[in-house]
């Protein structure tokens, strides 16, 4: 390292004296490729600046005064409109893939990875919310996935099934592939086998459709099967063997409750209070809160249609979001952590059209119940946000109508202007699914 | 507030051009001014004179190109109205003038590039980078004091920060060009 980038860095940091100034001035008139380097390291020293520093006291609002009349001082309340979504791409390494999509069948993936049909596939987690999907590693090991399921891709040689039915189909090519549950791992022998991993990742069945597989228990022990044979994982070890008739299906972890869903099939729109329907896109329910009198704030508005069911006497019910991001504003100028409420009203059938909802024409939270809130730290950018609260099973038993409406708003407003907006996928959403209203008896 | 239609309509395309526009503004004149503080300043000074010359600007004229000329404008006034003793620590007009027409040029590609380091590149600090960062950052003690905290000479640790940024900068340059 030269002598003049230590100048560069001592002069971000404003420790610089007199005659020292005038050194790095003089060098960076003469010298282009310094002053490419000055460039680059203000430019981190900037972003370092954003995320490290305290916040500056109380932040300086903007006023200005009207041109044309004597009408009162206005505030600017910035709303960026920044298109970052490119950024979202970047996530992946650099690396060889480690496995691809090879077929979606009515899949709903949720997952910061590419997820449509022919997507390479880096190391990462992803969950199938609907459907089936096929993944091929690049080793040739093939695993084709039932929702409800979520996988963790290692390498091209393992893979981590957390929840989940899948059938893994292993190539020569591929002997050896290791797939991981929570209660162990199956390293497969050249074959074919089915897997279930139970919701609640206690147990994990294996069943051999074609070949060996050998499993391992976390307490070492370990059992091979062969074609026809299954046996589980659990904490406490493995299971006795089994020699099931061919043909018969893997068997299912028990469901103890009827669970049935629900979803927005397109009732579904976020609204802006200056109405500039430009700052929304369908795909997108978006929430925002900005400051000064909220030009830009945003609230998300979402209808199921449950019909004849009976909800007066549901044991639970849920509404699961899936965040995404919607590519607007910057997340460093919100709070660590976004608090956001969510309303229910029971009813609500007199909108015409959801697409081009107004301000004006949208239920107001007042004429709303408060039925949840959660809180999203500004550093997550992807995931899945479930309400569950006694009041959202309250509301809908004692309602019991044939259908719900709700609001969500968020609470905490931005640092600065230009705060990211929030998102959550709305049923157009090309990857992740929309909201669903769940409804256990 | 009430206001007569023609004037609504100026304002809020003012604000809508201006808010679009403000971080990338922001961010341009923080890698040309010394301070954090004194960027804050500039920035006002930058919001009010757009707004008084807005009626200036023609319907097809672009924004941004503007904005860019009225910050850089508003950069060099900065430099010159320094004060006697502060000017001494601060680059001179020249050379400013020089940067400010460069970084113009690659405005776009830095915004870009700081963005990727505070969404993907921070990650990648290790836990002592992150702390001793913070800690400058925070400015709660002088370089000296740092720089033994963390076992190193005072040059060891500029050059260690120096290092830091530069890889930052490599990383986020990795993944624009990555796209």
Known sequence: MSKEDILIARYLNQDLDTKETEELDQLLKVNPKLRDKFYQQANAHAGLETEFSSVLPDEKLLTLTPKFSKTPWFTIAACLVLSLSLLSFFWMDED???????????????SSLPTTQGSKLYAGRMTLKSGVSIIRFSSGAELTLEAPAMLELVDSMHGILHQGNGIVNVPDSAQGFVLTTPTGYAVDHGTAFGVSVSQ???????????????IHASNGKSLFLLQNESASLSATGISDKNVMI?????????????????QTEGRCQSIIRNNKIAHLNPDYLMVKLDTGSYPYERRSLFNFQIGETDVSRVKQVRLRLNLVPCGLGYRVYLPKVNQFQVYAIAGFSEIESWRNLKWEEA??????????????????????????????????????????????????????GSGMVHAFASDSHPEASGPTLEIIF | MR???????????????????????????RRLVYSREDTLDVMQKIAVVLWKKFDQLKEDQDFRKWSFAVARFEVLAWRRDLAREREKFVLSSDTIELMAGEMDQQAEQLDLEQEAILQHCLKKLTETESTALKKMYQKKSDTATLAEEFNKSITGFYQWIYRIRQNLAKCAQNLSTSI
């Open chain 1, 96 to 110: 060889d893939p480690i496995a691809l999509i090879i077929a979606n069948e009515n899949a709903a993936w949720e």
């Open chain 1, 200 to 214: 609640d990742g206690k147990l994990s069945d294996f069943k051999v459709l074609e070949g060996e597989i050998s």
């Open chain 1, 246 to 262: 061919a043909g018969e299906p893997v068997p299912e972890p028990t469901k103890q409750n009827q669970l049935i869903r629900f």
């Open chain 1, 363 to 416: 239920p107001s939270i007042e004429s709303a119940t408060l039925i949840g809130n959660f809180e999203i730290p500004r550093s997550q950018e992807r995931g899945s946000v479930l309400i569950e609260s006694q009041e959202l099973t309250n509301f809908l038993k004692e309602n019991n109508t044939s259908e719900y409406t709700f609001i969500v708003t968020r609470q905490t407003t931005e640092i600065r």
């Open chain 2, 3 to 29: 206001l007569n239609p023609k004037e609504d309509d100026t304002q809020s395309r003012f604000l809508r051009l201006y808010t679009a526009h403000e971080a990338t503004l922001h961010s341009y004149v």
